[in-house]
């Protein structure tokens, strides 16, 4: 009887084979959906992860609260030359450099662009480079000595950011001033970033007239160093400096650890979006299968009638 039974239903199924291929592909599709957006989830905070374990964990930052628009554009807090000199003093920190912003107009041939230009001592160029994943793709990195050259992200040659291409050894115009392009970097993946300038602090002093201002630090702690209480020190010492309590504290101390935590939370949010939506998915797909099969069923209220009474 059950082998007659299961003939039949691969009977029904060839008859009806266009309703038995859909209801079969809506399972694939309404699984397959959960599966691929949980993964890329998943996938994309591995992924932050690992650009975080390449960063290192004896890098503190600090930054200032407050800055109305991107940095470089003037905001109600500004940390200067003298509080890196403070921090550079802090029991547990090794070496530390900074990095400040100005926004550029950049001229090539009869065109120009605006872009971000960013500054920064080149005798710590090595703790700003770790932590920008910068790599060259064309000339070499910026050293200690260098004046009057730029690294540009790779929009510039490959981007089409301006009708002809520049490349190294080619020379740009920046706020008036004439500068060497000495290296192309390796792109990064956002564009924005991609547009950006680098150049020495002292270049980007006498390009901006930015003065003392000073818009990110990157400290290195000590080897064998708790970050944590370095930070700690670091707060308090700065703090204390800047005439600050804790109620009126106008500037943050991060760790990559904390910087980590607070896009995990970000990433949290966006797993349980595309679960909800996955799950969305997976209902429609679920009533679409049970409507195919209650309309099989009524369909086959007479055959299941006689088969029941014989």
């Known amino acids: 009887m059950i082998s007659d039974y299961f003939k039949l239903s691969i009977k029904n199924i060839r008859k009806r084979r266009l309703r ?9 599709i309404s699984i397959a959906t959960i599966f691929v957006l949980i993964a890329l989830s998943l996938g994309l905070q591995n992924a932050i992860q690992e650009q975080f374990r390449q960063l290192g964990t004896d890098k503190i930052f600090i930054l200032p609260r407050g800055q109305l628009g991107a940095p470089g554009t003037g905001g109600a807090v500004e940390l200067t030359t003298a509080d ?16 400040t912003v100005g926004n550029a107009k950049v001229e090539s041939g009869d065109q120009f662009r ?62 008036g001033n004439q500068f060497k392009v000495l290296t192309i970097l390796q792109t990064v993946g956002n564009p924005t970033d991609d547009k950006n300038i680098y150049m ?14 000073v818009d990110q630090m990157i400290a290195q702690i000590e ?23 804790e109620k009126t504290q106008d500037f943050s101390v991060q760790t990559p650890e904390e910087l980590l935590s607070s896009f995990s939370t970000i990433l949290n949010i966006i797993t349980g979006f595309l679960f909800g939506i996955a799950s969305i998915s997976l209902l429609v797909g679920a009533v679409g299968i049970a409507n195919t099969m209650f309309t099989s069923v009524i369909e086959r209220t007479k055959e299941i009638g006689v088969m029941k009474a014989i």
């Open 200 to 213: 020495s602090i002292e270049d980007l002093k006498s390009t901006f007239n930015t003065g003392d201002r």
């Open 20 to 28: 038995s291929w859909l209801t079969i592909l809506g399972i694939i």
């Open 114 to 175: 605006y872009a971000m230009a960013i500054g920064f001592p080149l005798d710590a160029a090595d703790i700003f480079e770790e932590t920008g994943f910068y790599k060259p793709d064309e000339g070499r990195m910026i050293k200690k000595g260098d004046s009057g050259v730029v690294m540009l992200g790779s929009q510039y040659k490959y981007n089409n950011f301006f009708k002809k291409p520049i490349g190294a050894g080619d020379k740009i115009t920046i706020n």
């Open 223 to 245: 080897p064998g160093q708790d970050i944590k209480s370095v930070a700690s020190n670091v707060e308090k010492k700065l703090r204390k400096f800047r005439g600050l309590t």
């Open 84 to 99: 890196v000199d403070i921090i550079k003093k802090v029991s547990g920190i090794k070496d530390i450099t900074y990095a």
